[in-house]
């Protein structure tokens, strides 16, 4: 464009700079020692990167959730975090926000290998927290895997080396350890142990003595789960330095989420299918959840009320059944849990893989047909349903010889009413 004087007219905006990242990030740094929990109102308030900020908003979290608010400033300035907060309380974000920003401070590449590892219990589980990964990193560099039984091994074998955060349930990731001669994690910065607590039990116990013994001790490390160990014996085997201990519902009336309505019923065992028809019947519009404490009862369940359904059309025929448990097929178990999660009247039959961390959406119920192992075990089931701020009802069906498990649920101040 030419003026009046016949000059050409300068460019009205500043060439954008470009600021180096070194300079971006010891900006960030520095106000990591201010940040002031009580004042932070969205996540523009933390010092995060703009990756991570764009991430976020894209995503749709504005405001950051309590347990998030709590931790992510701890986990920037570098502190081991036991972090503990009811189910469905955004736990997920306050491990993940801060595993992308130290990567993005050491300036991390594919070329530096694997940076964290973020394990957990169950593959749904490391499937879901991979997917918010996916949306809250996109604009970051870093790749990501997931590393989960009954994938292809070979496949995640050639590609392990390459990614920066792995997403691993114990198991797979040993397997790794074990047998892949180009398996790295000496140079990893950071550990997360998501449901620690369920990752810390016996049943996983030799498995994650392996791999911590693997694993660099100069690291960081995140424990986050809605029942968490204090134990000092566990926290020794992880080498913890001096953790924080993050509480969001130690100081709330109750473990259990407060919108979540609970309730338990004492049935004799033989009555108790009639009893679940006649809830499902009951409840035939709504997105339902039922656990049983074995493989087996939950596939006889399935096959028998499919065919009552079919056979008798008593359902809607709208209303979907699915399952999961342990044995089944990977591919199946994701299958089955794609449809529970996008369909509205649907009843999934579960054992207890399904009982921590899945962020299911909408779910109206959740049904205890067995009495749970233990106090934590009912928390993680009954967390399925009144997420977020969601609201929600848990049954538990009781046999009049478990109504010792009440003394251990008031306990754990969880308020439950008696339906009869
Ligand atoms: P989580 O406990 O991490 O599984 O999160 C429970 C639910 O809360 C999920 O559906 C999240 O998408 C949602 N959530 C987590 N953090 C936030 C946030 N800051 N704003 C809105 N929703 C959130």
Known sequence: MVNQSGKKKGKIFKKKQNIPVSNIVEELCAKYNTIDEAAIKTFDDLPLSSETQKGLKESNYIEPLPIQKQSIGLALRGEDILGAAQTGSGKTLAFLVPVIELLYREQWTRDHGIGALIITPTRELAYQIFETLKQIGKYHKFSAALIIGGQNKRFEKNRINQCNILICT????LEHMDENP???CTGMKILVLDEADRCLEVCFQENMNAIIE???PCRQTLLFSATQTKSV???ARLSLKQPVYVSVHE???????AKLQQSYVICNLEDKMALLWSFLKAHEREK????????KQVNYTYEAFFSLIRT???????THLAKIYGRMSQQQRLENYRIFNDKQRVVLFATDVAARGLDFQNVHWVVQMDCPEDANTYIHRAGRTARYQAGGNSLLVLLPSELAMLDRLADKKIPIKKLK
Not at 312 to 318: D, M, S
């Open 214 to 216: 693997n694993l660099p």
């Open 251 to 257: 100081l709330s009336q109750h473990a259990t989420p």
């Open 170 to 173: 114990p198991g797979r990731l």
């Open 312 to 318: 008798k059309h008593t359902f809607p025929p709208r």
């Open 288 to 295: 339902i959840i039922v656990f049983f404490s074995t493989c």
């Open 233 to 235: 014996v566990d926290l």
């Open 182 to 184: 180009l398996f790295d």
